[in-house]
């Protein structure tokens, strides 16, 4: 069950978020005050891992308090859609339950509502309030035919035969002035078929081809009467199974130093809000993770004294066992905390002292203890986070989403980008959304995965999928963290001899990327070096491109499509930039025979596509892309042809969307599909 896009409205700062997309990790970049925080923190009260309360005096836009205070219980504030792949356990169920395709439940569309409730529905449920009539005329004809065959002998037999053939014809003859057939004129069917006014005869060959047509009749009605997908049992499976929601900022950090009397007093209080709540959250997971109660704690660092000699030996024990007990915990966040930071080799020694509970911290290059404050934040952050998440998963690493607000934003640079790696590998089975001002924390090689977090000119917050949606000169600052990004990429690329290979546009870059990763994955591709695919939006930006990179090496390789434009710009780049190194130029032409023009789709495996496309024509019925695919014609003009000829308008950068979709399809290939070949060809020449 994958989170796959979440909107937020009437949250904080948050008119309406729009909708935003989501990967395996999803980063929102911002200025300060842009409103990130309060994005994760309305999806964390979706369905959070702990208690997180929903206070309106808190999450209600506070210019419109005192509007919304009395009448917003049935006000959603958090929306989110969830995707089933066909292995997912709660599709296996939903499909037993409501007996429904897969198709209509892949999707699940959620929405919490201030009152704590929720509601659902399924997009893509199909709710049929007609049928074609061109299928019931067939049908009819043919029974009608069956029934002029019968001879009868019987005047009651005759008769009925004549009553019946007379309701049947009259059927065919409604039905031919209309296209569609809907429940009112079908139930008139059922009722003229079962009270026809005759009676048939004792042995009636007639009656029982009557009976077939009520029984067809009577299944078409279930298909037009069929009920929502919406019960108790659907909802208890939803919500048993769907993600929990793990939050955590930076302002839950661990303090070295903890005063126990006035830790027991915050735990008790549950009008704690902001900092000092994440504190507290904070300080419950850790007691919680070493088994011991801090008022425990307190009343064991006691002086034992003015005590008898059997009170003392009782003290004494208490005293000895909490020792154990925290060498235990000592010994198990050290072992466990090993597999998760990969900066140090770290020991940690939880002791407490009187009234205060400290956290100390050694390693192999410092093996002397020293109290957790007097090491770097990054490493006060690190074990913090990792104690909330543990403790609030039961150690069940998966089926969690993990909210990260400006993670990691005291580390190094070179361990933020270890971060970054952390995330990716922790994402197999969690999905993450994190936010940060940090270039350092930006994924280059999945900008789809980057959004964008900006004050609109009505002081609320939106969020979107386009980098570049607020155009507004003076608050671009916002995309900032995504230039100086892309910026240390390219530097990157400069300073490690990465291969800068150019291609045309984004939808090739996430191709090409998901080829390398599975080609290298299956050991079919060993590159001397990293291939860097940066997109030019089109072929009239390669030659700046081109001209930008090479300014400090050589010539860098560039693919180009194979159709009329791709052509001609690679005759024009070999007479000029390229005259002298005109093997740098890779057409997908010269890859594929049969095409005439060839892009960078038609190299993709088509069962690597075809959902998507699927989706693209979700308003046409009962279609499927791959019942009209030619595999001998280009893929592209296919789809704009069926979508003139069914007046589909495809959606702004649909080739964008495809490519999303299929990347991951690629990467996840198990068999050896024949493009392969031609990915091999491809990256051998750049190699």
Not at 217 to 244: A, G, H, T, Y
Not at 476 to 500: E, F, K, R, W
Request: hydrophobic share 40%.
């Amino acid at each position: 069950m994958k989170l796959i896009r979440f909107r937020v409205t009437n949250f904080r700062s948050i008119k309406d978020s729009t909708w935003i997309d989501c990967s395996d990790v999803t980063n929102i970049i911002g200025i300060n005050e842009a409103g990130k925080s309060n994005a994760l923190l309305a999806l964390w009260k979706f369905n959070p891992t702990d208690k997180a309360e929903i206070n309106l005096l808190e999450d209600l836009p506070r210019n419109e308090y005192s509007s919304l205070k009395n009448s917003c219980q049935e006000l959603p504030f958090i929306e989110v859609v969830f995707r089933l792949e066909d292995d997912d356990e709660l599709l296996k169920n939903l499909i037993k339950i409501t007996g429904r395709r897969k198709e209509e439940l892949s999707d699940i569309h959620l929405k919490r509502f201030y009152s704590g409730k929720y509601s659902y529905n399924f997009p893509y449920e199909e709710t049929i309030t007609e049928l074609p009539s061109k299928e019931f005329i067939t049908y009819i004809e043919e029974k009608t035919n069956a029934i002029s065959k019968i001879s009868t002998e019987s005047k009651v037999e005759k008769h009925y035969k004549a009553i019946v053939e007379s309701i049947l014809n009259g059927y065919i003859d409604e039905l031919q002035q209309k296209d569609k057939i809907d429940k009112n004129l079908l139930q008139e069917f059922i009722s003229n078929t079962e009270n026809t006014g005759a009676k048939p005869g004792a042995k009636s060959e007639i009656q029982p081809i009557v009976n077939d047509v009520l029984k067809y009749f009577r299944e078409q009605m279930e298909l037009l009467s069929r009920p929502r997908i919406w019960c108790d049992e659907v909802w208890k499976q939803v919500f048993s199974l769907m993600p929990n929601f793990v939050y955590y900022s930076n302002y839950g950090n661990l303090d070295t130093e903890i005063y126990l009397p006035h830790v027991i007093d915050n735990l008790e209080r549950n009008d704690i809000t902001g900092v000092a709540a994440a504190k507290v959250r904070t300080l419950k997971v850790l007691f919680d993770f070493i088994g011991l109660n801090p008022k425990e704690i307190l009343e064991l660092g006691e002086d034992g004294v003015n005590l008898s000699q059997d009170e003392i030996e009782k003290f004494n024990k208490k005293k000895e066992e909490r020792t154990v007990l925290l060498n235990s915990a000592s010994s198990k966040l050290t072992k466990e905390f090993k597999q998760w930071w990969k900066q140090g080799n770290y020991v940690f020694d939880l002791r407490a002292d009187g009234k205060f509970f400290k956290i100390w911290v050694s390693d192999e290059k410092r093996p002397e203890k020293v109290v957790l404050e007097a090491r770097s934040t990054g490493l006060q952050w690190f074990l913090s986070f990792y104690l909330v998440f543990l403790t609030q998963t039961k150690t069940n690493l998966k089926n969690t989403i993990i909210l990260l607000d400006e993670a990691g934003l005291s580390l190094h640079p070179l361990a933020q980008k270890d971060l970054l790696a952390f995330f990716k590998n922790l994402a197999t089975t969690n999905q993450i959304i994190h936010t940060t001002h940090s270039p350092f924390l930006v994924d280059t090689n999945n900008i789809d995965s980057v959004k964008i977090a900006y004050i609109d000119n009505d002081g609320y917050t939106v969020i979107s999928n386009d980098l570049r949606a607020n155009s507004d000169p003076k608050r671009d600052t916002s995309v900032y963290a995504v230039h100086a990004a892309l910026g240390l990429s390219v530097s990157d690329i400069m300073l490690n001899g990465c291969q800068p290979v150019i291609v045309e546009g984004a939808s090739d870059q996430y191709y090409l990327n998901a080829i390398k990763t599975y080609l290298i994955a299956s050991g079919l591709f060993k590159p001397s070096k990293d291939i860097v695919f940066m997109p030019a939006g089109g072929v009239k930006g390669v030659s700046a491109i081109a001209s930008i990179v090479s300014a400090k090496g050589e010539l860098p390789y560039v693919i180009i499509d194979g159709d009329t434009s791709g052509t001609s710009f690679k005759d024009k780049l070999k007479k000029d930039l390229y005259k002298e190194e005109d093997h740098k130029l890779i057409c997908l032409k010269d890859f594929v025979e049969g095409l005439e023009a060839v892009e960078i789709e038609d190299i993709i495996p088509f069962n690597c596509i075809s959902k998507a496309i699927d989706r693209l024509f979700r308003s046409v019925d009962d279609f499927e892309f791959d019942e009209v695919y030619d595999s001998k014609k280009s893929l592209l003009s296919q789809i704009e042809e069926y979508a003139r000829m069914n007046r589909v308008l495809l959606p702004k950068g649909y080739k964008v969307e495809i490519a999303k979709f299929a990347k991951q399809k690629i990467i996840n290939m198990s068999e050896k599909e024949k493009e392969v070949d031609v990915w091999i060809k491809i990256f051998e020449q750049i190699k």
